[in-house]
């Protein structure tokens, strides 16, 4: 495992973080193909044994349980202060006003089981609350000693420059990381968002880094319940599938070339783009174990540029 700094908090973590989302009770009806608290444990015990030490979850993942079951394996197999753990907030009543904000933190850290969270990441731009009040709320949270660091999800570029112009200008604690949605079949930030975060050195840690697995295997479906299932990755990506099949396809010939998967092949894209940790979403070991062989795979300039070639713009998916 090679590890990094988050952006500017000092904060290490390791190359690739686990997403949670596939963690979780399937009654609370957010998706069908989530895993039980004992499989969710032998995922997260395989990640920490590979050196994974990021985990990274939400308040609204499986109403909860995601963090409840993330909480239960961390408590049980390593010690808090190995682990950088990360949750979410915006998908929950007010938002990011300061009273949803004070709330949430409360719950998030009950269910994790833990006295503080290493990253609190806002889930989306909220457009109901002033800027001022969000960014004071998450200030006092880290003043508090709840919170260690700041991070922000899925937004425009304008918003989250204008949200670290407020903590600059105010003298509140800014963002040090950027959960974009990014991969080789959606490459929309390149044109804002992450030219700011380069500006800013705040780290980039996008979720959906394989496609929802379409970067991962030949075929655009799988035999998978999620794939069945998964509406929000079927309206990612469905309708551009026949202009994107094309650089999956090439993805495979790398993994040819290569010798390995096409999952480690696109997080070598990832790492060769200068990514700080993508989201890994598995519900299987094997998943783990083709993402961390991307560190043994060096994509050269040609490689990624033959990856590039044929894309082209796509509508805005993520920013709300």
Not at 65 to 89: F, M, P, Q, W
Not at 205 to 229: F, I, Q, V
């Amino acid at each position: 495992m090679q590890y990094t700094k988050l952006g500017n908090s000092g904060i290490e973590v390791s190359k690739l973080c686990l997403g949670c989302m596939s963690f979780g009770d399937p009654a609370s009806k957010m998706h069908a193909w989530t895993l039980n608290p004992e499989e969710s444990e032998k995922i997260i015990k395989h990640a920490l044994d590979l050196g994974i030490n990021f985990f990274d979850t939400a308040n609204g993942y499986s109403a909860g349980t995601s963090e409840e079951y993330l909480g239960r394996a961390i408590k049980n197999n390593v010690s808090r202060d190995k682990v950088v753990l990360a949750s979410k907030v915006y998908f929950n009543e007010g938002h990011l006003s300061k009273a949803a904000i004070n709330r949430e933190i409360e719950g998030t850290l009950k269910r994790l089981g833990t006295d503080y969270l290493d990253l609190y990441i806002i889930h989306r731009f909220d457009y109901s609350t002033p800027i001022e009040e969000t960014m004071e709320a998450l200030n006092g949270l880290v003043k508090a000693g709840k919170v260690r660091a700041l991070g922000a999800s899925a937004m425009y570029g304008y918003q989250f420059y204008n949200m670290q112009l407020c903590a600059r200008d105010n003298n509140l604690t800014p963002f040090v990381s950027m959960q974009n949605h990014y991969n080789p079949l959606y490459r929309e930030d390149e044109r804002e968002l992450i030219p700011i975060c380069r500006q800013m050195n705040v780290a980039l840690t996008p979720y959906s880094p394989l496609a929802s697995g379409r970067c991962a295997r030949p075929g655009w479906e799988a035999d998978t319940m999620r794939s069945k299932t998964d509406a929000t990755a079927h309206g990612k990506y469905d309708s551009t599938e026949e202009q994107d099949k094309a650089i999956s396809s090439r993805i495979n010939e790398l993994a040819g070339k290569y010798g390995t998967s096409m999952t480690a092949i696109t997080f070598a894209w990832h790492f060769k783009k200068g990514i700080a940790s993508p989201i890994v979403g598995a519900t299987k070991e094997k998943y783990l174990d083709d993402a961390v062989a991307a560190f043994d795979v060096n994509l050269t300039d040609e490689d990624a540029a033959y990856i590039d070639e044929l894309y082209v713009p796509h509508k805005i998916v993520g920013a709300l």
